[in-house]
T-cell receptor, first 113, second 111 residues
Framework: DAGITQSPRHKVTETGTPVTLRCHQTENHRYMYWYRQDPGHGLRLIHYSYGVKDTDKGEVSDGYSVSRSKTEDFLLTLESATSSQTSVYFC????????????FGPGTRLTVT | GQQLNQSPQSMFIQEGEDVSMNCTSS?????WLWYKQDPGEGPVLLIA?????ELTSNGRLTAQFGITRKDSFLNISASIPSDVGIYFCAGQKGTGNQFYFGTGTSLTVIP
């Protein structure tokens, strides 16, 4: 298994509160991604990073921000959580060094009440 | 955003049967990936394909990179109960560093 951990694994929070999810990798991969998975929508890209302090928006970035201060850590922040952000969030990593494979973390289930 | 068309959406099969599913797109991809996701877990990479026409196996799983580069296929032979889960395809284009995902095929194996 690729060395990817996510924390917390489960979180319940109230509308309007800030939330930060953490992804940590031990593979030294350059690229890191945050996805959300919802029934009927599959996996949708929120933000991704192509290096330390280098990030870009994905398909569903509104209401989310990210930061990457170290190769191994990629943080996803919901500045003011809304009920529409209730979802399962997955972190993924990739390296594009000869092969184009992407590996996923175990996910964080977030419920916004 | 772009999504890949994956079919069928769901399958109910008897243990021992073979399974086929496919993924199509209007765009050309340079890489096709197939994943399996168990409930409550992240997707796990099963097979990666890099060349048009390529046929790659992983145990009872065989995947093919379509000749047109716009589709890919996954076959599971002699299904067993632990094959239950959702199977996703993903494609990566020649430029850029993003992956595009299918909507998934839910597989149920009846013992």
């Amino acid at each position: 298994d690729a060395g990817i951990t996510q924390s917390p694994r489960h979180k319940v929070t109230e509308t309007g509160t800030p939330v930060t999810l953490r992804c940590h990798q031990t593979e030294n991969h350059r690229y890191m991604y945050w996805y959300r998975q919802d029934p009927g929508h599959g996996l949708r890209l929120i933000h991704y990073s192509y290096g330390v302090k280098d990030t870009d928006k994905g398909e569903v970035s509104d209401g989310y921000s990210v930061s990457r201060s170290k190769t191994e850590d990629f943080l996803l922040t919901l500045e003011s959580a809304t009920s529409s952000q209730t979802s399962v969030y997955f972190c993924a990593i990739s390296d594009f060094q000869g092969t184009y494979e992407q590996y996923f973390g175990p996910g964080t289930r977030l419920t916004v009440t | 955003g772009q999504q890949l068309n994956q079919s069928p959406q769901s399958m109910f099969i008897q243990e021992g049967e073979d399974v086929s599913m496919n993924c199509t797109s209007s765009s050309i991809f340079n890489t096709w990936l197939w994943y399996k996701q168990d409930p409550g877990e992240g997707p796990v990479l099963l097979i990666a394909l890099y060349k048009a026409g390529e046929l790659t196996s992983n145990g009872r799983l065989t995947a093919q990179f379509g000749i047109t580069r716009k589709d890919s296929f996954l076959n599971i032979s002699a299904s067993i109960p632990s094959d239950v889960g959702i199977y996703f395809c993903a494609g990566q284009k020649g430029t850029g560093n993003q992956f595009y995902f299918g909507t998934g095929t839910s597989l149920t194996v009846i013992p």
